[in-house]
């Protein structure tokens, strides 16, 4: 017999849903987050002979790589995204680029139905490599929502443990 999915919430079969989610900006979250991208790493794979054994090659793994980020967020006046930008590139010059903060460990949150977290990510060491302040303007277009994009170059991230399942009502 499988593993239940949901040992506390023996009742739930349906895994979480990728709507629920928030994004922790110095602690806060980020306002009217549309999209984010997905969390992905990749080990580069070495290929491996050992002299005299020339049948068989074995692959260790070699370095590993973390995606970049990409975040979306509707116009809003919520600077973050402005603010975390111009400490990496400030238009005042190298003087006013911030050495020391520009890089941030943030959280990234998958929410359950009822809006309570039920996993956690902590990215680390996240800079803001391209930053995009207005979409296309069009007045053409009636219905389009005008969208910030963020692109976070990072160290690497990992699962927090210490969050667990919550208990659904």
């Known amino acids: 017999m499988a593993a239940p999915l949901f040992p506390v919430n023996t009742h739930r079969y349906d ?6 989610f928030q994004v922790l900006i110095d602690g806060k979250p980020v306002a009217g987050l549309k999209k984010m991208s997905a969390l992905k790493r ?5 290929k491996w002979r050992a002299a ?3 049948s068989s090659e074995r692959i260790l793994p070699g370095a590993t790589t973390y995606e970049p980020i990409t975040l979306e ?3 809003s006046h919520d600077p973050v995204f402005e603010n975390w930008a111009a400490l990496v590139n400030n238009i005042a010059g190298d003087a006013a680029m911030s050495l020391k903060n520009f890089r941030k460990d943030i959280v990234i949150n998958v929410l359950n139905l009822q809006g309570k977290v039920a996993l956690s990510y902590k990215v680390f060491r996240a800079w803001v490599s391209d930053f995009q302040a207005l979409p296309d303007l069009d007045a053409g277009t009636t219905n389009a929502v005008g969208i910030q994009t963020m692109t976070l170059q990072h160290e690497g991230w990992q699962r927090d443990t210490s969050v667990a399942e919550p208990l659904e009502t």
């Open 15 to 20: 895994p979480y849903r990728t709507f629920k």
């Open 42 to 46: 990749k080990t580069e794979p070495i």
């Open 52 to 54: 005299g054994d020339p």
């Open 73 to 75: 967020q509707g116009l």
